[in-house]
């Protein structure tokens, strides 16, 4: 018998007692195996600390129905707990920092599948996570896992789903050149899903922006002072 285990780990008693003889195995006096050498799995859900349970064994002779006993102490360690909270979402090139609810844990181990995500530091209950980029026009979802252990060298692992969003791509067409005055009304040919826009001109001395937040958006122009004036769109 092990001095200490870790809660839910599984123990195989083994018997060294003279053969013929029937068994009686206990844990804190209640009887849970009539066999030589039974397993039994044994938990401490207290994670205050260790509790200690008493494994007694009776062993009764077939012929004569004499009895024997011996008695030993087993202390079960608590499992630390892992546990953070993440957004359920985020952008392409963003960063996250999760937040530690972890109890109990001396040591972290991050890891992410599939592939991509950048750690600032993996052994760190609080790391910085960098997300790639993401044009493709479908989001990608990402598995973060932590592993913890506890002083007394147990375990616990959680998993958690995050996902990455594909960023839009902007485009739009206009003519390259024109005589003023004039309206322009360039064309959105932008991709994604659930779009919003804003234009903008520069310089915007004595232009009008009609419809700024909508895909074709109308830009209304002055004659210029001087011969050719270059207006920048976005």
């Not at 479908?138 to 616990?156: A, P, W």
């Not at 919003?196 to 122009?221: E, R």
Request: aromatic share 10%.
């Amino acid at each position: 018998l092990p001095d200490s285990i870790c809660s839910g780990g599984f123990v195989t008693f083994s018997d060294s007692s003279s053969s013929g003889v029937n068994y009686e195995w206990y844990v804190n006096d209640v009887l849970f195996a009539t066999t030589a050498n039974p397993t039994l799995q044994i938990f401490n859900n207290n994670l205050a600390g260790d509790s200690t349970v008493t494994i007694k064994l009776i062993t009764i002779a077939g012929s004569t129905g004499c009895a024997d006993s011996i008695s030993k102490n087993l202390v079960v360690h608590p499992l630390p707990v892992a546990d953070f909270i993440i957004p359920a979402f985020v952008c392409p090139t963003d960063s996250i920092q999760p937040q530690d609810n972890n109890i109990n844990a001396i040591s972290y181990s991050w890891t992410a599948s599939p592939a991509g995500l950048t750690f600032n530091d993996t052994a760190i209950p609080q790391p910085y996570i960098y997300f790639p980029d993401n044009q493709s026009g479908t989001y990608q979802d990402y598995q973060l896992q932590l592993v913890v252990q506890s002083l007394n060298g147990c375990y616990d692992t959680l998993a958690q789903n995050i996902r990455l969003n594909s960023r839009p791509v902007a485009d739009f067409t206009m003519p390259v050149n024109a005589c003023g005055p004039l309206s322009v009304q360039p064309v959105s040919t932008s991709t994604g899903t659930n779009l919003s826009y804003s234009w903008n001109i520069s310089p915007g001395t004595g232009v009008t922006i009609s419809g700024g937040s909508t895909p074709m958006p109308t830009f209304d122009f002055v004659s210029p002072a001087q011969d050719s004036l270059v207006y920048r769109i976005n």
